[in-house]
């Protein structure tokens, strides 16, 4: 090979290098978008719902289709996550379950439609850690549910029960079909929000997809659609922080678990879990998330599970938080 043709190799090297760079370390952005899918996959067999998921909703998850000419009123619905237990201490800590309310004029019916998990919260902040699978193990679906009605005295009485606005017949289903492919793609819970620290400019790693997000995601639909909402009162929401340095991508279940080489980082993903008990109730997760408040502040550190994917989370004060802060109607 001549001098030039070295050159010429070396340099190809050089920009392959740099287009592998641009690849694979290229400017991240923040904060990582949520992975839509195609369609909602099955259930593994192994999760198993302590309660049943929508148990009155549609079989098909279908929603009624209004008069184009209908005024369909909408409402803003809250309660504290009531623990049979423990009574209301969760809504003193103002852990919050939020959904939206509508109600037909021409019919006089009324429907409520939420968001949540499918087994339970526990099981989507943290994984099961079976004896005969390596991998940590998720069940950590979550979905839409609508169904006929709204129990006025349970969102009224110890949380919120506002009319915010009325939409058309139309703008309801137009609204509607914009549910079902949400909810075809948006199929998995996540609990935290990651970011750089608590100020108003910090960086957002991580947005968290949860019962609020979904209320906030309906109404920017409607807002987009026409509808003008607004409340007389301050619209606060229930946010799980964490609080961490620029998080860093490890790498997905098999490129993690199935790898020799990756045995040490594989075994430490189990052991950061291990002290967390996904098939609990809400009460026990409180505690669950101390647990966790003392592992991250003791280690700094916090393995993050998003799209299906492992990050890692230098974590620095105040590591967690449980915030019940006001995000404004669209
Ligand atoms: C969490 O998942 C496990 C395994 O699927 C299940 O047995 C348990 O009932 C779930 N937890 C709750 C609170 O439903
Ligand atoms: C959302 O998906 C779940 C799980 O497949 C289903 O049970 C539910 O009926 C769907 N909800 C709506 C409103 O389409
Ligand atoms: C919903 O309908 C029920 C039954 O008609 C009624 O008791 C309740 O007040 C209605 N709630 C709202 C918010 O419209
Ligand atoms: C509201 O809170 C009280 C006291 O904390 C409790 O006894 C009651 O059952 C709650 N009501 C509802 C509808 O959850
Ligand atoms: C946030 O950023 C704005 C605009 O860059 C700046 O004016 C403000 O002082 C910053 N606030 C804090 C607390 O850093
Ligand atoms: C996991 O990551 C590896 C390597 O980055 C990739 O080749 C593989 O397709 C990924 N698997 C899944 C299920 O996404
Ligand atoms: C609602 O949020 C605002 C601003 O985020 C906060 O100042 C206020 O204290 C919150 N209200 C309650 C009841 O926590």
Partial sequence: MSLREVLACVKLLLLLHVVAELRSDGPQRWPVPYRRFDRRPPVDPYCEAFYPFCPTGDRDGRLPRMRDSDVVSVYR??????????????GKFHIMHDAVGFSSLETGANYT????ELFQLG???????????????????????FFDGIDDLHWSQNGTLEKIGEVTGT???AMAQWVQEDNQTGIYYETWTARSDP??????????YDCSQFVHR???????????????????????????GEPSYLGNESAIFGQPALKNLALDIRRFYHPFRPHQSIFDLAFSLLEAYEEVVMDKSFYLYYNFEYWHLPMKPPYVQITYEEVPLP
């Fill in 77 to 90: 619905l809250q309660t504290p996550v009531w623990e049979f237990k423990y009574g209301d201490a969760l």
């Fill in 123 to 145: 099981n989507c902040t943290f994984p099961h850690l079976r004896p005969d699978v390596f991998a940590p193990f998720w069940c950590n679906q979550g979905a839409a549910c």
């Fill in 171 to 173: 703008q309801f289903n």
């Fill in 199 to 208: 100020g108003p400019n910090a960086t957002v790693w991580f947005e968290s």
């Fill in 113 to 116: 439609m939420e968001w949540y």
């Fill in 218 to 244: 309906t109404y920017r639909k409607l807002a987009q659609l026409g509808a003008k909402l607004s409340s007389r009162s301050q619209t606060n929401y229930t946010k799980i922080y964490l609080y961490s």
